[in-house]
Protein backbone atom coordinates (compact mmCIF):
# COMPACT_ATOMS: atom_id res chain seq x y z
CA UNK A 1 0.00 0.00 0.00
CA UNK A 2 2.77 2.34 0.72
CA UNK A 3 4.29 1.45 -2.21
CA UNK A 4 1.53 2.24 -4.46
CA UNK A 5 0.81 5.85 -2.41
CA UNK A 6 4.74 6.52 -3.44
CA UNK A 7 3.98 5.51 -7.07
CA UNK A 8 1.06 7.86 -7.33
CA UNK A 9 3.07 10.82 -5.99
CA UNK A 10 5.60 10.04 -8.37
CA UNK A 11 3.24 10.14 -11.14
CA UNK A 12 1.57 13.19 -10.63
CA UNK A 13 5.48 14.65 -10.00
CA UNK A 14 6.31 13.57 -13.31
CA UNK A 15 3.14 14.06 -15.60
CA UNK A 16 2.97 17.82 -13.39
CA UNK A 17 6.24 18.17 -14.78
CA UNK A 18 5.44 17.17 -18.81
CA UNK A 19 2.33 19.22 -18.41
CA UNK A 20 4.30 22.42 -17.44
CA UNK A 21 4.05 25.34 -20.48
CA UNK A 22 1.51 23.46 -22.33
CA UNK A 23 -2.46 25.04 -22.44
CA UNK A 24 -5.15 24.03 -20.09
CA UNK A 25 -7.95 21.59 -22.03
CA UNK A 26 -10.05 24.14 -24.85
CA UNK A 27 -12.67 21.15 -25.52
CA UNK A 28 -16.19 22.88 -25.41
CA UNK A 29 -17.60 21.96 -21.66
CA UNK A 30 -14.30 20.56 -20.30
CA UNK A 31 -14.10 21.40 -16.49
CA UNK A 32 -10.34 20.51 -16.09
CA UNK A 33 -7.45 22.67 -15.59
CA UNK A 34 -5.07 20.26 -16.89
CA UNK A 35 -4.26 20.02 -20.59
CA UNK A 36 -5.38 17.20 -22.91
CA UNK A 37 -3.53 14.09 -22.59
CA UNK A 38 -2.69 14.64 -19.18
CA UNK A 39 -5.07 11.92 -17.94
CA UNK A 40 -4.15 9.40 -20.39
CA UNK A 41 -0.44 10.10 -19.70
CA UNK A 42 -0.71 9.44 -15.93
CA UNK A 43 -2.72 6.21 -16.62
CA UNK A 44 -0.10 4.88 -18.70
CA UNK A 45 2.78 5.87 -16.54
CA UNK A 46 1.00 4.16 -13.76
CA UNK A 47 -0.07 1.19 -15.30
CA UNK A 48 3.66 0.76 -17.01
CA UNK A 49 5.33 1.34 -13.13
CA UNK A 50 3.21 -1.33 -11.65
CA UNK A 51 3.69 -4.08 -14.60
CA UNK A 52 7.21 -3.42 -15.11
CA UNK A 53 8.74 -2.27 -11.72
CA UNK A 54 10.58 0.68 -13.44
CA UNK A 55 9.92 3.56 -15.50
CA UNK A 56 9.79 3.74 -19.18
CA UNK A 57 12.60 4.98 -21.04
CA UNK A 58 13.00 6.74 -24.70
CA UNK A 59 9.65 8.07 -26.57
CA UNK A 60 6.23 5.88 -26.07
CA UNK A 61 3.27 6.59 -28.12
CA UNK A 62 0.48 7.60 -25.63
CA UNK A 63 -3.09 5.69 -26.65
CA UNK A 64 -5.65 7.73 -28.47
CA UNK A 65 -8.55 8.80 -25.93
CA UNK A 66 -11.85 9.91 -25.50
CA UNK A 67 -12.92 13.84 -24.53
CA UNK A 68 -16.09 13.76 -22.22
CA UNK A 69 -17.95 14.45 -25.74
CA UNK A 70 -16.94 10.85 -26.56
CA UNK A 71 -14.94 12.41 -29.43
CA UNK A 72 -11.42 10.32 -30.18
CA UNK A 73 -8.37 12.76 -28.71
CA UNK A 74 -5.07 11.25 -31.09
CA UNK A 75 -2.12 10.08 -29.71
CA UNK A 76 1.06 11.81 -28.63
CA UNK A 77 4.58 11.12 -28.14
CA UNK A 78 5.90 11.68 -24.94
CA UNK A 79 9.75 11.28 -24.26
CA UNK A 80 10.07 9.69 -20.84
CA UNK A 81 14.03 10.49 -20.73
CA UNK A 82 13.01 14.02 -20.54
CA UNK A 83 9.96 14.35 -17.83
CA UNK A 84 11.63 11.53 -15.27
CA UNK A 85 14.96 13.34 -15.57
CA UNK A 86 16.81 12.35 -12.82
CA UNK A 87 13.79 10.88 -10.76
CA UNK A 88 14.73 8.00 -8.91
CA UNK A 89 12.77 4.98 -9.11
CA UNK A 90 11.39 4.10 -5.59
CA UNK A 91 12.32 0.32 -4.07
Not at 38 to 45: D, G, Q, V
Request: charged fraction near 25%.
Amino acid sequence: MRKEKSYEELVEKIVERWAEGKPVNQSPGSTSTKPCGYYRLSLYLMEYIRSHNSFPTGVHAMPEGLDHLNQVEPSFPVDFDAIIGDEVFPE
